[in-house]
């Protein structure tokens, strides 16, 4: 089971959870906007941390942004509608080779054997997606290449 830990005054992650490859995420709120660290591997991941860390049903961050492009730290992104989401341009040439893949356990263990997935991540997406398995990979909607400076009100 997750926590979620605060650091200072503006800072929030969320410890993981390794039967379902749930990573670490980030929250970090300035006086003018909120960033988020990664979406989580699954629109219920994106969910908790959000209600966890800004406590209010409907509040969303105004960014989230992906440290890389693995399947555990994206596929929660369709649970952030409202929020511009921000990855480097190499992330998201990676994200767009993962759009056209089934998430069937015959597509994920044809994947496996063909060495293209890897047995830990296969099994953690079943954990993780037992009751559904409607993943929709979004790609981010600002790209760049090698660094960025996002000014959230008092905090950069």
Request: overall charge negative; some cysteine; charged content about 30%.
């Amino acid at each position: 089971m997750h926590s979620i830990k605060k650091i200072g005054q503006s800072f929030w992650y969320s410890t993981p959870v390794s039967l379902t490859d749930r990573p670490i995420l980030g929250m970090v709120a300035g006086n003018n906007k909120t960033l988020m660290i990664d979406a989580g591997n699954s629109e219920d991941h994106a969910k908790y941390f959000i209600k966890e860390t800004l406590k209010h049903e409907n509040a969303m961050p105004d960014l989230v942004l992906l440290t890389h492009w693995h399947w555990d730290h994206i596929f929660g992104l369709p649970a952030l509608p409202g929020s511009v989401s921000i990855a480097s341009a190499k992330t998201r040439k990676e994200m767009e080779k993962l759009v056209p893949f089934s998430w069937s356990d015959e597509a994920i263990d044809e994947r496996v054997r063909e060495g293209t997935e890897i047995e830990f991540c296969a099994k953690a997406i079943k954990e993780e997606y037992k009751n559904h398995r409607d993943i929709q990979v979004v790609l981010p909607d600002v790209t760049f290449d090698r660094r960025i400076e996002i000014d959230l009100g008092g905090v950069t």
